[in-house]
């Protein structure tokens, strides 16, 4: 029985993977993390605006993140990820050199973006997707993982063109925070609401569409509770599959429970790898297309 995984070009131990979050601050929680199973660990983003501005501040924020990578791979025996939030391809990219000299095993690109300008095209927001993916390529040898939006309005062909300018991964989806109304002040607020499992068919649709159409790996997040939506991102292709909000409700210690939950419904499915099931349930690979087309919405307005 195994439940290691390839990922962005990484062998994994298994196909958990710890997204990036405020747990991972802590050298103690990374530890805690590889003991309880992670096949990885993607760092807390190093935002733009963290490294851009050129005055101390940014350099000492630039070097916390490097002294932080530093540790935490001489911690740990599994992969570390750095994680870079951005928007522009301007020269902040170019220290995702530094983030690779640090030791970095590979590098998850978190480009969070909300056309809010009405004036710029759809072209013109592709563009600028493409030419930081471009750009860091350049600067790195390390993988690189793009942490795409749901929003492209041809996703499909989104991914190729990225993955032919260099992404070795994809992950499914990047999960924006929306404002919120408080009401009595009538002001603008901000939340951090944890996801649940309702929260996967989104991206376990479309992991089921790039799955066997693109080379890159296909990692999934979001609505990760337990191993079910575990084996279900698997089924549709994901390599491997990330979760924070879990292990803010449960602890870090619910990924030993994840892994051996998987392997139990393994040995029941009489699966011996991830390989034997991984994409089973994807288009390419059932024998009705279709239904994850238009056919699907006519059948379930037949059922309600």
């Not at 599994?78 to 951005?86: F, K, L, Q, Y």
């Not at 309005?153 to 925070?177: C, I, K, P, T, W």
Request: with cysteine; glycine share 6%.
């Amino acid at each position: 029985m195994s439940i290691s995984t390839q990922y962005m070009g990484l062998r994994l131990a298994s196909p958990v993977i710890v997204s990036s979050c405020s747990l991972s601050k802590k050298i103690a929680n990374i530890i805690e993390m590889e003991n309880s199973g992670a096949g990885a660990i993607i760092l807390p983003s190093l935002f733009e605006e963290q490294i851009k501005a050129g005055n101390q501040q940014s350099s000492k924020n630039l070097q916390q993140y490097i002294s932080h990578l530093i540790s935490a791979k001489s911690s740990v025996g599994i992969p570390i990820i750095a994680s870079i939030n951005g928007v522009s391809d301007k020269s902040w990219i170019d220290y995702a050199s530094e983030i690779e000299q640090a030791g970095a095993d590979g590098l998850e690109l978190n480009i969070f973006f909300i056309p809010a300008d009405f004036n710029m095209s759809p072209l013109k927001i592709e563009k600028r997707v493409l030419d930081i993916v471009r750009k860091v390529r350049k600067t790195i040898n390390i993988p690189l993982a793009v942490k795409l939006s749901p929003y492209f309005s041809a996703l499909g062909n989104m991914s190729r063109v990225l993955e032919d300018a260099g992404a070795d991964a994809f992950v499914l989806f990047n999960r924006f925070y929306q404002p919120d109304f408080d009401i009595e002040s009538l002001k603008v607020t901000t939340s951090l609401n944890f996801s649940s499992a309702h929260e996967i068919r989104l991206p376990l649709l479309w992991i089921s569409l790039l799955h066997g159409r693109i080379k890159s790996s296909l990692g999934a997040t979001s609505g990760v509770e337990n191993y079910e939506q575990v084996v279900k991102y698997i089924l549709a292709g994901a390599d491997a599959v990330m979760l924070a909000s879990t292990l803010y409700k449960n602890g870090i210690g619910i990924i030993s429970q994840i892994n051996n939950e998987l392997e139990e419904w393994m040995t029941l499915k009489n699966f011996s790898e991830l390989s034997d099931f991984k994409g089973l349930l994807s288009q390419k690979n059932i024998k009705d297309p279709a239904s994850f087309e238009r056919s699907n919405y006519i059948e379930i307005l037949r059922k309600s």
